[in-house]
C-alpha cells in the first residue's frame, strides 16, 4: 500500500495528457468482450481495439474488459470510439485515484479501488469503469478472478443478470468489489487474534510494530472505502436514466454492505487501539514486577550484610567478639530481621 | 458478539440467493400465528406456511413469528405468498446486517437487533419484521421470552393494542426490544461496578483486560443502537400510509428510549476510560511505593556499609582500630548518619 | 447521579402504564395553587386535586405545584382532567428522562432536569411542566426553595409576571432552573480549586479519584444541559400559539445562559483533564527524583566499598598492607573518587 | 481570566433587572461623544445623559462612548432614551456575555469581549455595542487606548469613516477589537518560544505547568473568538436596513480576521500539545540515563565486590590465601571481569 | 513557517490601506505580460505598469504576473487601472493570508498559497489571482518556476489553453500549485522514511523532535490545503459568468486533487502519531532491559555477598571457620544459590 500517489511526475504535464502513472504490471493489454441479451451470448478476445463497434448493438449488453493500462495509444483509440473526455482518459492511467463517480452526458465515470493478497501483501488497484447505455467498460490493471463469478452468471443465462440492462452489470461489477473487500477484512481479523495470543503470551517491540502495521492497513482500506460509499450512494441518487428504478434497490443493498465494511473496519481499529494500552501497560507491569523482585533482595540483604560488616572491623577492642554465643546470636538477630522484613513485604502483597 | 460478519461466504454469490449465513440455533423452524382485533384472539402453531393465508383477513391483525432460518425453502415461500422483494429475503437469512428501514410499496421492511445473556455472554441476534398492511412478520433465529408480555397483552385484551392496527402491534416489538437493552446495560452496569471495586483493591493486569472487554461489549452495542436510532427515527418521519399518525406518539417514545441507551452507553464507556487512567496511574504509584523503599533502606545502608568495610581493612598502620573506644565510636558515626537519612527522608515525605 | 435509569424494571409493561419508577422522597404529595392575574393573587394548598378546577379561568393565569410523583392515582386524575397524553403521565412518573419538549395540541409537555446539593452531594432530580392556555403545572419529586423566589415575585404584584400569560410563567421557572445551574457549577468550581492546590502540594492517588469524579459530575451536568439547550431553543423555534412573541425574546435570553453553562461545564473539563497530565508527569517527577538519589548514594559507596573490600582480603602477601602510610593513601583515594563523582553529578544537573 | 461567570449571585433575580455583575473598574462613569460627518467633528464629554440628545441628529452619525458600568441609574436612562429592551440593559451590565448579536427593529445590539495585558496578565472586557440608524452607543468597563485611532481617523476626516454611516463605525470598532487579538496572540506566541527553549536546557515541572497555563489561555480566547465569529458572520448575512451592503464587504474581511485568529490559536494549541509530549517523553528519557549510570557501576562492582568478600573471610583452610600471586591474581581476575563489563555495555550503546 | 501572520503591526490601521505586510524577497518588482490567443502569442517584460493597457484586448487572453509587492504605489496603479476594491489591495499586500475566492462583479479574487523548499526549508508564499473577463492578474512576492511549464505551453500554441479564455488560464495556473504541493509532499514523505529508519535503529531524543517538526509541517500544509478545497469547490459552484461550463470540469479534476493531498496528508499525520507512541514505548522496553540487568547481577551477587561477609567476621567462636572443607562447601553454597537464583530467572523469562 503506497502512501503518496505518484503525481509529484505529472506535475506541470497538460491536463487530459494521457501516459500511465503507476506500475506497469503486465505485459500486453488484453481486451475481453461479452455480448448479452437474455437469449445470446458471445464472448471473445480481441486484438484490435476497432473490432470492438462490430459488438455493440442496441438489443445487446456489451462488456468490454480492458486489462492493463500501459499503452496510451490504446487508451486514447477508446476514448474516441467512446467519445469520452480527456481528463476520463488521465483519470484511467493515473492509477492512484480515489473512488469516484462522474456523471456525463451520454455515460457515467466510475473510479473504485480493489483488493487483493499476493504473496501475504494486500495489493490495491484502481479499476475505472464506463457505463454506456448499452456498454461496460472496465479498466484493470492486473487480470484477476473477482469477476469471474459474474461472467460465469452471465454465460449460464439463468439470472438477472441477462435479463436487465448495463447497469445491472454494473451494479454486479461494483457488488463484487465490495464483498471482495469482506475476504480481505477477515484475512486481516486472523492476523489481529494472532497478534491479541501473541500480547498476552509474549509482547514484545514487534508485536507493537505489527499492531501498528495492522492499523495503517485498516487506516488505508477505510480511505477507500469511505469515498466508495459516496461513490454508491451517489449512483442510487442520481437522476441519471442510465439507472434504472428497479436497479437502485440492489445499489442501496451494496451501499448496505459498504456501511457494513466501515464499521468493521472500525471495530478492527478500536480493537487495534485497546492493544495498544494493554501492551503499554503490560509493559509497566513487567518493569513492577522487576523491581519488586530486586527491593525485597536488596531491602533484605543490604541490613544483613552490614551488620556482617560491622563484626568483620578489626578494632582491637570490640567486646561482642568475645562473647562466646555471640556469633550465634549475630545469626539470630539476622534471621530476625530477615523475618520481619518478609512480613512486611507479606503485608504489601509483594509475596 | 462476532466482529466480522461472514459475509465474505457469500462473495461471488447472485444477490437475492436465499442462502442462511449466521450459526444455525434451532433445529426445525417454527411458525407461530396470532389474528386478533378487539373482539377476538386467535392462536396457533402451524406446520406448512400456506396454512397462514387464512388467518390474513381485512378486519384483524395478525402476526406471524417465524423462528429458525436455516430452511431457505420456507424463507422462499413466505417471500412469495408476501410478494417480499428478493433483497429482503437475502437481508432475513444474512444474520449480520445492520438495524435498517427499507421502506416499499405494500409494506416496510425492519431489521433489529437483540441482544440477551446466554451463559454470561452476551449474544446478539438479527429480529427482521414485515409490517404490512393488516400483518406483521417477524423472524427470529431462537425462541426468546421477550415478546411474550407482548403476546399476554394480546391474550388479555384489555389494552390498547388489541384496539389497534398493525403498526402498534410494530411499535410494542420494537419496544420490547428497546426496553431489553436496559436490562443488558443493567447487567454490564454491574460489571463495571465490580471492577471499579476491584481497582481500589486488587488491581491486576486481568482488571485491565476485563476492562476493555466492557469497553468492547459497550462499542459494540452502540454500534447497534445508532443505527436503531436512525431507524425509530425514519419510522417516525415516514410518510408512509402504514404507520398512522396516532402511533408515531408512541414511535417518538421509543426514540426518546434509544438516546437514553446511548447515553448511558456513552456514560459507562466515559468511566470505563477513567477506570484505565487509574489503574495505569495506580501502577505508577506502586512503582514509586517500591522504589522509595528500596532507595530508602539502600541509602541507609550502603554507606554504613562502606565504613563498616574501611574498618574491616586488614592494613598494619590503621591507628583508629589501636583506640579503646574506636568501636564505640564508629558505632556512633553510623548512628548519627543513619538519623540525618532519616530527617532528610521525612523532610522529603517519604516516611 | 445514578447512571442507568431504572428502566429494567419497566420493561415489558405496556406503553402509558402510570408506574412511579424511582425514589420516593415524601410522604404525601402535596398540591400548592397560585391563582393569579395583574389585579389579583389566590393561593390555597389544595387536599383533593378536584378542587383546582375552580381555579382555572380565562382571566387568570394559575400554576398548580405537585410534589411528590408516587401516587399513581393523583397523577392519573391530573391526567384525566387536563386530558393528558398517557405518554405525557408515563415521562412523569419516569423520573429519569432526558430534558426533552413535546407539543400537542392543547399544551406543551416540557421535562427538565433540576440539580441541588444535599449533604456535600449532587442530587439531580426531574420536574416535569405542563404549559396549558391559562395554566401551567409542574411535577417535582421533593420540595425545593429554588421557585420561591418566583412565587414571591407573583406575591407582590410588582413584576411583569403578573402581567403576563402562562407562558412567561412557564420561562420564569425555566428560567429559575438554569441559573440554579450556576450555583451548582461555583460549588463545584471551589472544589476544583481545592483539588488544584492538592495537586502541586500533596499529590495523592485520592486526589486522582477526586479529580475523576469530579470530571464524571461534569459529564453528568452536561449531559443534562446539552437537551435542555435544545429544548429551550425549541421553545423559540415553536410555532405554537401558547408561547407569545413577546416571550421568546426572554426565552432566547435563557438560551444564551445554557450555552454559558455548557460553556463552563467544557472549561472545567478542560481544566481537570490538564490537572490529569500534571498529576502523573508529577508522579514520573517524583520517581526521578527518588532514583537520583538512590543512584547518588549507591554510585558513590558502591565503588568505594569495592576498594574497602580489596584491603579487607586476607592474602598473606599484599605488599600494600605493610606500607607505613597504605591505610592513608586508600583513604586519599576513595576520596578522590568521591569528588569526581560528585562533580560528574552536579555536571549532569543532578545536585 | 475567570471561568465562572458570576451569575450564581443573580439567581432569583427577575429578568431585566440592571445590577451590574463584575468587578468595578473605574470611579465614575464617563461618557464621550463625537458627532461627525463629511463635513464637520464634533467632540465632547458629557456628565449628564440627557446632552446626549441634542448631538443626535439625520445628518450626522454619533458615537457615544460609556465607560464604567456600575451605575444602574444611567444605564437605565440610556435605555429610556433609545427605548432598549430591559434584557439588553441586563446583558450590558452583566458583563460575563458570551459575544452574541441581537437584531431589534430599531437597533442591533453586539456583545464583544475585548482582550488586553495589564501587569503581564491577560484581562478580559464586555464591550457592548448597540448600533442604531445614525448614532452607535459602546458600554466599556475600563477606559482603553483600542478605539483611539479610529477617533483619530474621525478627526482627521481623511478616511473612509467620515463619509459613511453609522454601520461603518460600528465595523471599524469590531475590526479595532479584533486587529488586538493578533497582538495578543504575538504576546502569547512570544511565551511559547520561551517555554519552548526552556523544555529544552532546563525542563522542569514549572515548564508544564507555564504550558498549561498557556493552554488554557489559548482555550479562553478561543472560547470569545467562536462565537465572536459567528457574529460576524450574522453581522454579514443580516437582512437587517441599518447595514449598507456596501459595508458588509467589510464585515467580511472581518470575518477573514476572525478565522486567521481561530487558526493562530488552534496551531498554538497543537505546539503546546507536542510540547507536553516532549516533556513527559524527556522525563522517561531522562529517568533512563539515571538508571543506566546506576545500572552500570552497580553491575561492574557488585561481583567485584562479592570476590573481595570472598578473599576476606577467615575460614582457617582457605588454599588460594597462601599463594605468593594470589592476590594480584585475584586484582588479574576482577579486571578482566570489568572489563567483559565495559564490553557488554558498550554493545548494548550505553557508553 | 510561521505561525502568526504580523498582523500586529498592522493593528489599528484604516482598512483598505495598501501595506505591505510580509518579508520582502525580491529587489525590485518585475512585471511580466504575455497576451495570447489561438493564433498569436505575445510576450513582453514591462517597466511601467501604464503600457499594460495597450495589451488588454477582446480576442485575446492577457496573463499580467506581478513578481514583488513591497511598491505599494503599484500596487494601487494596477488597483485603479483594473478598478479593485480596496480591500483587495490590502489582501494582495498582506501577505499571510488564507486560501479565498471573492467574487466581484467584474473580476473574480483569488487569494492561493504556494509552497517550495529553500535550502531545504518549507516556505510558503502568497499568491494572489485576479481573473476578468479577458485578463489574469497574478501577483507574487518571488520568482518561481512554478508557472513556467504554463509558459511554454501557451507559447507551443498546441494546446487546449491558447484555445481557450480566461478562466481555463487561471485553473491552469491553480492546478499547477497543487500538483507542487504533491512534490512537497514525496519530500516530505522521504523524511518520514528517513525517521521510521531512525526510530528502529537509534531512537533518541532528537528522533522525536523530528516528528514533531514533521508533524507541524503537516498540520501547516493542511491549513492551507482545507480552505484552497474550499476555494476549488467554490469556483466549480461558482454562477459567474466569468467560469465556462467547460472549465468547471477541470476545477472539479483540481478538486479532486486537492482532496488526494489532504488524504496523503492526514495519512503521514497518521503515521506519525504511530511513530510517536513506538517510540515512547522505546523508551519503556530499554528502561525494562536496563532494570532486567541490574536485578539479575543484583539479585544473585547480593546474596551471596552477605554469606562472604558473615565468614568475614571476626567472632572468637565460629565453628565452620575451623572445619577443613568449610571454605569449599561455602564455595558449593554459593554456586548453589546462583544457579537457583539463574533458574528461576529463566523460567520468569528474563534470560
Known amino acids: 500500500m503506497k502512501i503518496l500517489p505518484q503525481y509529484s511526475e505529472k506535475a506541470g504535464l497538460p491536463p487530459g495528457e494521457v501516459v500511465f502513472v503507476g506500475e506497469q504490471k503486465v505485459e500486453q493489454p488484453k481486451i475481453h468482450v461479452i455480448q448479452y441479451n437474455e437469449k445470446d451470448v458471445v464472448e471473445s478476445d480481441i486484438q484490435n481495439i476497432s473490432e470492438v463497434s462490430k459488438f455493440i448493438v442496441k438489443s445487446s449488453v456489451t462488456w468490454i474488459d480492458v486489462v492493463g493500462l500501459h499503452q496510451s495509444e490504446l487508451i486514447e483509440e477508446i476514448g474516441k470510439m467512446f467519445k469520452l473526455h480527456p481528463l476520463v482518459l488521465e483519470d484511467i ?29 494486500i495489493i490495491d488497484e484502481q479499476v475505472s469503469l464506463i457505463l454506456g447505455e448499452n456498454y461496460v467498460i472496465t479498466f484493470q ?19 438477472r443478470i441477462t435479463k436487465s440492462k ?41 508485536t507493537l510494530q505489527e499492531i501498528h502495521s495492522l492499523k495503517r492497513k485498516m487506516v488505508s482500506l477505510r480511505r477507500s472505502v469511505w469515498p466508495l460509499r459516496e461513490v454508491v450512494n451517489n449512483l442510487d441518487r442520481t437522476e441519471s ?6 436497479t437502485k434497490i440492489f445499489v442501496r443493498d451494496v451501499y448496505d454492505h459498504t456501511i457494513q465494511v466501515i464499521d468493521t473496519i472500525e471495530n478492527y481499529r478500536d480493537i487495534l487501539t485497546g492493544m495498544l494500552d494493554i501492551y503499554l501497560s503490560s509493559l509497566s507491569n513487567r518493569m513492577n514486577e522487576v523491581m519488586k523482585i530486586l527491593t525485597i533482595i536488596a531491602t533484605i540483604f543490604i541490613p544483613l ?13 570490640m567486646p561482642e567478639l568475645k562473647w562466646h554465643w555471640g556469633y550465634f546470636a549475630v545469626w539470630l538477630v539476622m534471621i530476625v530481621i530477615a523475618i520481619i522484613m518478609l512480613f512486611y513485604f507479606r503485608k504489601k502483597k509483594w509475596l
Open 241 to 246: 436514466p442510465l439507472i434504472k428504478k428497479t
Open 305 to 317: 550484610t552490614f551488620i556482617a560488616g560491622v563484626y568483620g572491623m578489626n578494632f582491637d577492642y
Open 93 to 121: 492511467v493515473h492509477t492512484s485515484q480515489r473512488p469516484k463517480l462522474e456523471e456525463f452526458d451520454d455515460y457515467i465515470f466510475l473510479v473504485l479501488r480493489m483488493f487483493y493478497f499476493q504473496d501475504k501483501n
Open 141 to 159: 490493471e492486473q487480470p484477476g478472478d473477482i469477476f469471474d463469478p459474474i461472467r460465469e452468471r452471465i454465460r449460464s443465462r439463468k439470472f
Open 166 to 206: 448495463s447497469d445491472y452489470l454494473a451494479y454486479s461489477l461494483i457488488d463484487a468489489i465490495v464483498d471482495n473487500y469482506f475476504v480481505i477484512l477477515e484475512e486481516l481479523g486472523d492476523r489481529v487474534e494472532l497478534i491479541e495470543e501473541d500480547l498476552l503470551l509474549t509482547p514484545s517491540q514487534d
